[in-house]
């Protein structure tokens, strides 16, 4: 047992511990035959990406079409001039 960084003797006589020496005497060759491998695992690795340019991107196209939608949408209704585009302007009576 590992106790304020000393190795200690312990009791070797608990079943707790006994359960876990029997354990691991069933699987010992296992987990000798592991000892010194390469790890299976090196090749597996978590990928960090920054996606916020591609966001942009379509988010900058997505908006470039709408407002082409827009202005064509706005060319093709017939254009109405109300009477203060009409030239006249109203008199204020102050």
């Known amino acids: 047992m590992c106790s304020e960084q000393h190795w200690k003797l312990c009791d ?9 020496t029997e354990a691991f005497k069933t699987q ?7 000892v ?3 790890s299976q695992f090196k090749h597996l690795y978590k990928v960090n990406f920054d996606n916020m340019a591609s ?3 379509k988010k900058q196209e997505r908006l470039e ?3 082409k939608k827009r202005a064509a949408a706005n ?17 204020s009576t102050s």
């Open 75 to 91: 060319a093709s209704k017939p254009n109405k001039r109300n009477k203060t585009e009409s030239g006249t302007v109203p008199q």
């Open 55 to 57: 966001y942009l991107q």
């Open 36 to 38: 010194g491998l390469e």
């Open 28 to 34: 010992w060759d296992v987990f000798e035959g592991s």
């Open 65 to 67: 079409q709408e407002s």
């Open 12 to 20: 070797s006589e608990t079943p707790e511990l006994r359960r876990v």
